[in-house]
């Protein structure tokens, strides 16, 4: 069984992996869900809906999975919670799929990876709570960018996240230009 890390903490933008999260039902991949906070204990989402991770960062082996997805929202407090950034930076050496987007970048930058990859995130050398871990050379003013095995993007490029995402872990056919169409146009079905 192949798995699917997902990380959630208090104000993440569950908008941004909601429909990554939808899309992952049509696949062999089971979403696995983890905070900092003791298992057991709650995290509320932007939306102020509540969420229960079923792991904490305490018992993330990242030999069990294939993938790690970071959300965006205020993620700034996580910037030196060394366990999670462990296991980011696990991922990145291990040569997994990590894919971040809106704020999420900058949980990479604390792990050390943006010094070594091209990026982008809704972050900008104004949000001075993030400036010591972001590396703004490599940031690129693109709306999605892949390097190695990273995928980041802006918050607002949440399909575009999702769909690549998916092409990634085998979800779609490589040749499907736009397998997230239920979801950009609406229908009467």
């Not at 003791?38 to 932007?46: C, M, Q, Y």
């Not at 709570?129 to 190695?148: A, F, G, P, Q, S």
Request: aromatic residues 10%; glycine residues 4%; contains cysteine.
């Amino acid at each position: 069984m192949k798995k699917l890390l997902l990380f959630l903490y208090d104000s993440f933008a569950e908008f941004e992996v909601i429909t990554l999260v939808t899309a992952l039902k049509r696949t062999d991949y089971t979403l696995v869900t983890f905070s900092t906070k003791p298992k057991g204990e709650a995290v509320t989402a932007l939306s102020t809906l509540c969420y229960l991770p079923a792991r904490s960062v305490q018992d993330i082996d990242v030999d069990e999975f294939a993938a790690l997805v970071i959300p965006g929202g205020a993620p700034h407090p996580f910037l030196h919670a060394q366990k999670l950034i462990q296991v980011i930076r696990s991922f990145y050496e291990q040569n997994k799929l990590i894919a971040a987007i809106c704020g999420g970048p900058s949980l990479l930058g604390a792990a050390a990876i943006l010094n070594e990859i091209a990026y982008t995130a809704s972050i900008e050398p104004s949000d001075l709570e993030y400036e010591h871990v972001m590396n703004w050379e490599n940031k690129r003013n693109e709306r999605l960018v892949i390097d190695k095995n990273v995928i980041t993007a802006t918050g607002s490029n949440y399909l575009d996240f999702a769909e690549e995402v998916l092409r990634r872990l085998g979800g779609v056919e490589p040749e499907d230009k736009n397998p997230l169409q239920y979801f950009r146009e609406p229908s009467m079905s």
